[in-house]
């Protein structure tokens, strides 16, 4: 077997020049591994597109671009991609300093870790250039950290001139078991726009999105088709919960490498016709309305976005006690918690809620009260804003 030769970092002997404070709007380089549709990219442009006028802002990808480009660059926000071969590539550290450089860049916002890593190389060549580093989340938190990380963490942590922020508690918890040193990892809680409250309107528009009778029960869902996110547990739950609601229908937002195999378990339970699959949906929050039950089957979240927009629309949800999710959905008063990979569970709780509709209603309402009070964009965005600030 043929192993992927790594390359090495000599460092020259940086030019004694130091970041400029300019006088004109904060200069700020977002880099992160690509813009393929996911919860850190989304944050990503709504935290370069909201604070545009206030900061001047360009994203560096570490890989290539993706869909989400012209999200950016349809609002003058330029956008970077330096194609990163496979292995550890430290030289692209130095082009990271060069981008921040040509900029006039004070702060590199760094999302995920081996964008964090790339920043903190870059900050060699740039003297005086500081690092936000938000970690969005964990495939798992279950397999343990990672020796290589075990050894970088806690000398990344307590190099100066960094910010380490987690979007949960738990997930906080689990970069400390990592190394990071704890007095030096906050957190900053995911937020979204909440928007105008559903009307009946919107749930039969979002129906005839969905091509599903507007008397059906709607149990639905919105991810990425990836393994993380379990689906195979939800529609083996949906297929439980049919058994007493045979009209049911269960509706999948998204699309991922996942798709074909999840079309086929479908198939295999003979819900072809039941299950909805309508791929990839940049407006994925105007199909929400249609739903009675949102439904995250997750095996790890770290905020999940697509909870936080269930909440705004107003839905009772039933979620994986994962991650951050316990720290957003309130067990027995926004939602119901049950465990991850636990089918039978995950469809005696929907069940419980379809049968006391009132129920359903008053969790719906609930959890639209506690996004508005808690998980904002504005609060998230300007807790950002404070961190590149150095005022946070």
């Known amino acids: 077997m043929q192993t992927q030769k790594q390359e090495t970092l000599t460092l020259p002997q940086p030019r004694p020049h130091e970041v400029r404070a300019s006088a004109e709007r904060l200069s700020v380089v977002q880099v992160i591994i690509n813009l393929v549709p996911g919860g850190a990219e989304y944050l990503l442009v709504e935290i370069a597109t909201r604070l545009a006028s206030r900061t001047r802002t360009v994203v560096c990808c570490i890989e290539d671009t993706g869909a989400l480009e012209p999200e950016l660059t349809g609002r003058g926000i330029e956008v970077i991609a330096l194609h990163r071969k496979p ?47 938000t970690e969005h989340g964990r495939r798992s938190t279950e397999e343990a950290p990672s020796r290589k990380r075990r050894l970088a963490n806690p000398i990344l942590g307590r190099l100066p001139g960094a910010e380490i922020y987690a979007v949960s508690d738990a997930l906080r918890q689990h970069m400390i078991t990592e190394g990071f040193p704890a007095n030096r990892v906050g957190v900053i809680h995911n937020g979204i726009e909440p928007g105008p409250r559903t009307t009946e309107a919107d749930r039969r528009l979002a129906r005839r999105l969905l091509g599903i009778d507007g008397d ?33 229908m269960l509706a999948i937002v998204g699309d991922g490498p996942e798709r074909t195999r999840l079309e086929e378990q479908a198939r295999r339970a003979n819900l072809a016709e039941a299950v909805c699959f ?66 039978a569970a995950m469809a005696a709780a929907i069940t ?37 600030r150095g005022s946070s």
């Open 278 to 343: 309508t791929g990839y949906r940049r407006d994925a929050r105007r199909y929400l309305p249609g739903f009675d039950l949102y439904v995250n089957s997750s095996m790890y979240e770290g905020v999940s976005l697509t909870i936080l927009e269930a909440m705004a629309a107003s839905l009772p949800l039933v979620a994986t006690r994962v991650g951050g999710t316990p720290e957003v959905v309130v067990d027995g008063q926004t939602g119901v918690l049950v465990p991850a990979r636990d089918s």
């Open 352 to 388: 419980a809620l379809v049968t006391h509709p009132d129920r359903m209603t008053a969790m719906g309402t609930s959890g639209r009260r506690r996004l508005e009070r808690h998980f904002t964009i504005d609060r998230m965005v300007n807790d950002y804003l404070r961190a590149y």
């Open 216 to 248: 059906a029960l709607v149990i639905g869902t919105a991810a990425r088709l990836d393994p993380v996110k379990d689906l195979d547990t939800l529609i083996s739950a949906f297929a439980q919960v049919r058994r007493q609601y045979p009209r049911a």
């Open 87 to 133: 292995g550890f590539r430290p030289s692209l550290s130095r082009q990271i300093a060069a981008i921040a450089a040509r900029h006039e860049a004070s702060v590199l916002h760094c999302h995920h870790y081996s964008p964090f890593v790339y920043g903190r190389l870059a900050t060699l060549f740039r003297p005086g250039l500081r690092v936000i580093f």
